[in-house]
């Protein structure tokens, strides 16, 4: 797994996955908020499978 999700990309979906998480656990937000573990191990683990499907890459230039 070669990582693909850069920077600010892997900070969204970090925010996002969490937020979303947190309105279902304590808020009682809806079931399908439970979509936020997506974003969130795909921004701890710096890969997305849809990137690699579609040759995304948001890490930037390699040296």
């Known amino acids: ?3 693909n999700v850069g920077t600010i990309d892997r900070a969204i979906r970090i925010l996002a996955g969490i937020a979303l998480i947190a309105w279902v656990a304590f808020f009682n937000g809806p079931v399908w908020a439970w ?3 997506l974003p969130l191990a795909t921004g701890l ?14 890490c930037g230039m390699k040296a």
């Open 1 to 3: 797994m070669t990582a």
């Open 35 to 37: 979509i936020g573990v």
């Open 45 to 58: 683990f710096k890969f997305c499978p849809a990137y690699s499907l579609l040759g995304i890459n948001s």
